[in-house]
């Protein structure tokens, strides 16, 4: 078909067919399709959206643009987590060893932070000499030897989304949820995977900011995933404070290991069992999400999941003694505090502002192209909910250029907000979305 007419039928609000689908991301992909017309293609879908078996096609071709792993060689069920973003979200460096403790395979492969959310890549590369560029052969090796692979999206993996998400990203039509589908579900099902716990955040922070559409989007994720043969769960997250304390690459890290040594902040500690547990359920560990919780708490308190990370942290060349003495990893020179202007309770900590700020001093980027500062950023003192003292510290700012910190003070200050009265922590976890078929949600 002409690309024209194709475009047109999308335009009119038709379904298109799987050739056809195909045959747009084959075609665009190898050069073929201007971004002219593709541009016009993704305004049409943004507009008239796709059904579910489009979704499913549109998610496959562009899985089938590149390469796929394939770890059918080991025995043991493998089992990923996908967070759709947000600021101090550094499940995956506990729940990824906490998970292959529990006895899942966990190939993860993860990108870096931008604007004011933050990336795996990058707290992962905050450990001196630790390196996610593996070859197959070594992730394959790394996976089978710690349980856990942690490594970065390579030119290899879905080409197409990334040609389509460059030429979204200047179109305005990144926000669809059939092109988010596509673009999430083809880089994660890349990973060969037997499933898949996906973190879809909610709140300010977060890319979908309204419940409904991050339910929109969970349902389309599930949908895709089963239809392509995986066990998928959502959970549905708040994310509209910064998740545990810490904000920054060094930070979130040593936050992680404390948190893997039994000394994590509460709502950190909270999600990573959860998302555990629902890992340890699609890799048929278990059947009951109680007991896979008490397995997250077991590997945590013999120590199991701090030694998987650790292992997998020296087979990456990275020096896992930064582990255990904090003062190896890169270190801020100054320190600011801001402390609360009047006695009450912490009422809000604005996600967005919060993470805007850490990346203004420098621990994330605002364009792709940007170098980051893996030393700065914000720890929280005081989490939503707290009761507070005038001229008590709520949070502290690590900077190493002192011409970023006044800009990065005065928006910390004017997002954090103080009730006189008792404020009640937010939910964390607001609905589970566990099933295809017009996807079955729990609400909390
Ligand atoms: N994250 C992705 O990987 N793709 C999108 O389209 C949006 C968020």
Do not use: W
Not at 404 to 411: I, K
């Amino acid at each position: 078909m002409e690309t024209p007419e194709l475009i047109r039928r999308k335009r009119d609000g038709l379904v298109l067919t799987r050739a056809e689908i195909f045959d747009f991301v084959e075609r665009y992909t190898r050069g073929e399709i201007p971004d002219y017309q593709t541009s016009a293609l993704l305004m049409a879908i943004y507009f008239r959206g796709m059904d579910r078996r489009e979704t499913a096609d549109l998610t496959e071709a562009m899985l089938r643009s590149g390469r796929v792993l394939d770890f059918s060689a080991l025995p043991q069920a493998k089992v990923d987590k996908h967070s759709t973003g947000g600021v101090g979200d550094k499940t995956s460096l506990i729940i990824a060893p906490a998970a292959a403790a529990c006895g899942v395979l966990v190939p993860m492969i993860s990108g870096r932070g931008l604007g004011h959310t933050g990336g795996t890549l990058d707290k992962l590369e905050a450990i001196p000499g630790f390196s996610p560029r593996l070859s197959y052969q070594e992730f394959h090796r790394v996976l089978e030897v710690c349980g856990l692979a942690l490594g970065a999206a390579t030119e290899e993996f879905a080409p197409a989304d990334r040609k389509l998400y460059a030429l979204r990203d200047v179109t305005a039509t990144v926000e669809s949820i059939p092109l988010i589908t596509g673009s999430i579900m083809s880089k994660k099902l890349a990973e060969g995977i037997d499933g898949l716990v996906l973190d879809v955040k909610t709140g300010t922070g977060a890319f979908m900011q309204k419940l409904e559409n991050a339910r929109a989007l969970a349902t389309s994720l599930v949908n895709t995933g089963t239809a392509h043969g995986k066990r998928v769960h959502a959970l549905i997250t708040d994310m509209s404070q910064p998740l545990g304390n810490a904000v920054g690459n060094a930070l979130e890290v040593i936050e992680s290991v404390e948190t893997l040594k039994g000394r994590g902040p509460r709502d950190l500690v909270e999600l990573c069992r959860e998302l555990t547990a629902h890992m340890l359920v699609l890799g048929k560990v278990t059947d009951s999400l109680d007991d896979a919780r008490a397995r997250y708490d077991s590997a945590i308190a013999s120590g199991a999941a701090m030694e998987r990370l650790a292992r997998v942290v020296a087979e990456q060349g990275g020096n896992s003694r930064a582990l255990e003495d904090y003062s190896l990893l890169p270190q801020a020179q100054f320190e600011d505090s801001i402390v609360a202007p009047e006695d009450g309770y912490i009422a809000g900590l604005e996600a967005r502002v919060m993470g805007v700020a850490s990346m203004i001093l420098g621990a994330g980027r605002e364009r792709s192209d940007a170098t980051i500062d893996p030393a700065v950023g914000l720890v929280f003192e005081k989490k939503v909910g707290d009761a507070v003292c005038a001229g008590e510290r709520v949070c502290v700012l690590y900077s190493n250029d002192r011409s970023r910190v006044p800009v990065a003070l005065d928006m910390i200050r004017k997002a954090i907000a103080i009730s006189p009265d008792p404020v009640s922590p937010p939910p964390l976890v607001l609905e589970r979305i566990l099933h295809a078929e017009g996807a079955v949600t729990m609400a909390e």
